[in-house]
C-alpha cells in the first residue's frame, strides 16, 4: 500500500448625546446593514461572479482533508480515507493527494478512479519521489487490469471529447482514457464541425486506440433569417445569426444566459432584497416601540397617569407621539417588504420547477431589477422595475 505524510507548506470618547439617538443610531446602523448584507449576498447569485478558481487558493482546507484521509488511512477506514482524500484533491491537485487517492480507490475496488488518479500521480512525480514511481506503476497496472484504456485520436484540435457522458478534455487527448469495461459511447464535437459519435466495445484490460476524423458543417454559422423579420442581415453586410442556444432548445442571452436563468437569478436576488427590507424595519420598528415604553415611564413619573391628556404640549408627550409614529410607519414598511419577498420566493420557484427550457424564443437583456419600498401617509408604496 501506498501512503504519503503531509506536505508541509511555508506557508477617544463618543461625545454626548440625548438617551434616545444612541439607540435609534445603533438600530438603523444595524438595520442599514443586514440590508446592505442581504443585497449584496444576493447578488453573488449570478452565476458569472463565482468561479471555482476563487477556491483554489484553500490550501489550509486542503491540508487538513489530507491529514483526516492519512488518519482514516492507518485505521484503514478506507471509504472514510477515499471522501478525505476526494475532497483534498478538489481542491489542490497535486502528487501526493492523487497517489494515496489513487491507491485507496484501488482497494475499494473503484478501477476506473483508481487508473485516473495514479496515471495523474506518476505524470507529477517530482524527482525527489522517484523512489515511489515502482510501486505507483505496479498499483496503476494492477488498476488497467479491471478497466478498458483507450487512446483517442481526433482530426481537429479543441474538440470537446466525451466518454459514456463524461468529459475527458479537449484534443489533442494525451493522457489515456480509463473506461468501464463494456460499451463505451464516444462523442466529439468540435465548432463548425459535425458531431462525431463512436461506440467501442472493450473488454477488461483491453487498450484500444480510435481514430476519428471530423466533417465541416458547410451550413454552421451561417443562419437565414426567419420571414417576418423584415430584416435581411445586420446592418454591416454580415448575415443574420440567431440568438445561441443553451442546448435544450432555449435561446440564451448574448451574456451566455438563457431567460429562464436570468428570470430566475433576478428572482431570488428581489427575494433577499425583500427579507433584507422586512428584518431591517422590524429591528427598527421593536427599537422605536422599546423606546415609546420607556418614555411612557418617564411621563408617569413626570406628570403622573395620562399625564399627557392635560399636558399635550409637553416634551416627552411629544417624543412618545413620535416613537409610535416610527414604530407604525417601520412596521409597515417591514411587512411591506416580507410581502413583497414572498411574492418574489413563490414566482421564483415557479419560475425554476415550471419554466419549460425550450419556451425562450427571444434573446434577453435585464438590467439590474429593483425593489422600492418607501413610507407614505398612512402605510408604504412598493414598486418594482426590471427591463427584460
Known sequence: MLSFGVPSFSASAPSPRSPREPRKTKRAFAASTLIAALVTSSAFLAPTLITPAAQAGDTSAADALFQKGNQAYKAKKWKEAYEAYLGAYEIRKDFKTAANLGDVALTLGKHREAAEYLSDALS??????????????????????????????????????SCNERDVGKTPIEKEVFVEPGATNVVVKAEGHKEARRTVALARGEMKEVEITLEVDSGAGVVTPPPDSGHHGTG?????????????????????????????IGGAALTAIGLGVGIGFLVDA????DDAKSQLKDMEAQLGPNGCAANADAAICSDIIDSLEH??????????????????????????????EGDSKTTARVR?????????????????TAHF
Open 236 to 264: 454591416n453586410g454580415k448575415p443574420h445569426t440567431p440568438p445561441p442556444d443553451d442546448g435544450n432548445g432555449a435561446h440564451v442571452s448574448s451574456d451566455g444566459m438563457s431567460t429562464k436563468t436570468i428570470v430566475v
Open 286 to 289: 421593536n427599537g422605536a416601540d
Open 327 to 356: 414604530r407604525d410607519s417601520s412596521r409597515k414598511i417591514s411587512t411591506a417588504g416580507f410581502i413583497g419577498a414572498g411574492v418574489f420566493g413563490v414566482g421564483t420557484l415557479a419560475a425554476f420547477l415550471l419554466w419549460p
Open 368 to 384: 439590474t431589477p429593483q425593489l422600492s419600498i418607501s413610507p407614505t401617509t398612512g402605510g408604504a408604496q412598493a414598486s418594482f
Open 124 to 161: 507529477k512525480l517530482p524527482p525527489e519521489e522517484a523512489s515511489k514511481k515502482g510501486a505507483l506503476e505496479a498499483r496503476l497496472s494492477q488498476a488497467k487490469k479491471e478497466v478498458g484504456t483507450l487512446k483517442i485520436i481526433v482530426s481537429v484540435e479543441g474538440a470537446q471529447v
